[in-house]
């Protein structure tokens, strides 16, 4: 009988071994550094689809990160930056931007481009992301 309680035992946690292992690799992107992290960063997320396209994405924006998340902001090569967040975000990445950031250097809302949504704290986020849904944390 004790045999039988350890066998399923076993056969139970190895379902939860087995769904846990099926389950998406979720991954936050921290963004605090301004235009040369949001070029590596968003390079550094494509990458990562291609290579598990399952992956389930969020890239937080805070402090100087915020930037490439306002309309009218290109790479250094000119092209938009929005029209490469609208390329994450038709692959499933979710765009968040620090509310204390925009109001502490006096940037209107309404300037955040339309991929991106507004969370009250980007550092609080992070963590939030980390500690309640098993995010993995990433820094470009």
């Not at 998406?24 to 689809?49: C, M, W």
């Not at 399952?54 to 290109?74: E, H, N, Q």
Request: charged share 20%.
């Amino acid at each position: 009988m004790k045999q039988l309680w350890y066998a399923l035992v076993l056969f139970f946690a190895s379902l939860g071994a087995f769904a846990a292992a099926n389950d998406p690799v979720k991954v936050v992107y921290q963004f605090s550094d301004g235009e040369a992290q949001a070029t590596q960063g968003l390079r550094n997320i494509k990458n990562h689809l291609t290579a598990d396209p399952g992956a389930k994405i969020v890239a937080v924006a805070y402090a100087d990160g915020v930037s490439f998340m306002l309309d009218g902001a290109t790479d250094k090569g000119g092209y938009p930056y929005q029209l490469q967040v609208q390329e994450l975000v038709a692959k499933g990445v979710t765009f968040e931007v620090c509310n204390f950031t925009l109001t502490n250097r006096k940037i209107d809302k309404s300037k955040v481009i339309p991929e991106a949504r507004i969370v009250p704290s980007g550092v609080a986020e992070i963590a939030r992301l980390q500690a309640k849904e098993g995010y993995v944390y990433l820094k470009p």
